[in-house]
């Protein structure tokens, strides 16, 4: 596959960071992109403007049930924000460069922080279904990463180092959150695969044998591309349904985006308290 050159990549984020800066002069630190059935924390958002995937040039589209696919820029716990409404997977066909393109387009406007959720699989006996769990770390089995390809050393090193991909300042403060506001969360490995297949039992077993706790099919390029880029970031899992290889049952987007609903609540809690203290 031929790869996007730097200076191709270059002239794509310019043109659509051209387009947003046209449309709204909001320069937010603070980026949050929304999982899989947890686009209504948008509704905690004082929007001042929106803007549809659909018009950004070169944006990827979401294709997905319950992404809407627009950027919300507002504020939110007292921060000016911008949130990714709908994000983007693997899964659908987009390269893992199209995947982090928007994020990459946001650091250019600005967005020095993501906050970033999903809905996973618990894998972990000890998660229930609408649990939240802190990303402290993740494995990449996605198979592909979103810097294979030309260097742009003005984004980032050639080599960057992931030994705290998940900002340990940014963890202590959204555990003391959900402390002070009486909500249970975990704290764990994400680990992210292809899908659009969800595990066999033997796959469970062996993810939960090498040290994951959840499993979902987005997040990690994302992370991977703010790392590279020295953004911090929090990492946030809705847990949706429980992977126990000895007692599996069948899963549909429905039980998913209905479990997502039930811990959207907590999530947007701890989101909006650490924008507080920040």
Do not use: W
Request: net charge negative; aromatic share 6%.
């Amino acid at each position: 596959m031929q790869r996007e050159t730097v200076e191709e990549f270059r002239t794509k984020r310019d043109e659509a960071l051209s387009y947003i800066q046209d449309e709204t002069d909001m320069r937010p630190n603070y980026i949050i992109i929304l999982g899989t059935g947890l686009g209504h924390l948008a509704d905690e958002i004082d929007v001042k403007h929106t803007i549809s995937y659909a018009d950004i040039p070169h944006f990827p589209v979401s294709t997905v049930e319950s992404h809407a696919g627009r950027l919300l820029f507002g504020e939110l716990g007292g921060k000016e924000i911008v949130a990714m409404q709908g994000r983007f997977h693997y899964y659908e066909g987009y390269t893992m460069q199209e995947i982090v393109f928007p994020l990459r387009v946001l650091k250019a406007n600005g967005t020095d922080t993501l906050i970033v959720s999903n809905a996973c699989g618990g894998m972990n006996p000890n998660y229930k279904r609408g649990d939240i769990m802190l990303i402290n770390d993740h494995i990449n089995m996605l198979g592909d990463n979103p810097l294979i390809g030309p260097n742009d050393d003005e984004l980032g090193p050639r080599f960057p180092d992931m030994s705290e991909p998940y900002t340990e300042r940014l963890l202590e403060i959204a555990e003391n959150v959900a402390l002070e506001k009486g909500i249970k969360m975990h704290q764990g490995v994400y680990l992210a695969l292809s899908g659009p297949t969800l595990e066999t039992k033997a796959e469970y077993r062996y993810l939960r044998l090498i040290g994951a706790d959840v499993v979902g099919m987005s997040t990690v390029p994302e992370v991977i591309a703010a790392v590279h880029m020295s953004m911090e970031v929090l990492g946030i899992s809705v847990i949706t349904d429980e992977c126990l290889p000895d007692a599996l049952e069948p899963v549909n987007i429905e039980d998913v985006l209905e479990a997502a609903g039930m811990a959207e609540p907590k999530m947007t809690q701890v989101i909006t308290g650490v924008l507080e203290k920040l």
